[in-house]
């Protein structure tokens, strides 16, 4: 199984980037997938997650701001991320796993390679 994250940059705070991880190697309607991120110094946390009915979840500091989906025709989940903060600076991973708690507890079995956002204030 392969994830293969894409869409990471710089960008001025307020301003918006989209995430994309397409996946391989796995029945992936019936996977869950989820975005972590990882700050300079700090430990990964969970960003947003799907499962395969395309129910959602978020942290709270990205509630409102962050919008993740899925395309089974594609095999990708995307992370659109709008008014984007300093704080969000980060780099940012994709993760498979077969049901969504097990991403949001960082267990997933699979993980992309991640792509680094970069947000200046």
């Known amino acids: 199984v392969q994830l293969q994250a894409s869409g990471g940059g710089l960008v001025q705070a307020g301003g918006s980037l989209r995430l994309s991880c397409a996946v391989s190697?796995?029945?992936?309607?019936?996977?869950?997938l989820g975005w972590f991120r990882q700050a300079p110094g700090k430990e990964r946390e969970f960003v947003a997650g799907?499962?395969?009915?395309?129910?959602?979840m978020y942290a709270d500091s990205v509630k409102g701001r962050f919008t993740v989906s899925r395309d089974n025709t594609k095999n990708t989940v995307s992370l659109q991320m709008n008014s984007l903060k300093p704080e969000d600076t980060a780099v940012y991973y994709c993760?498979?796993?077969?049901?969504?708690?097990?991403?949001?507890?960082?267990?997933?079995?699979?993980w992309g390679q991640g792509t680094l956002v970069t947000v200046s204030s």
């Open positions: 993760a498979a796993a077969d049901v969504l708690s097990t991403v949001v507890r960082g267990g997933a079995d699979y």
């Open positions: 799907v499962n395969r009915n395309s129910d959602t």
């Open positions: 190697g796995r029945t992936f309607s019936r996977t869950s």
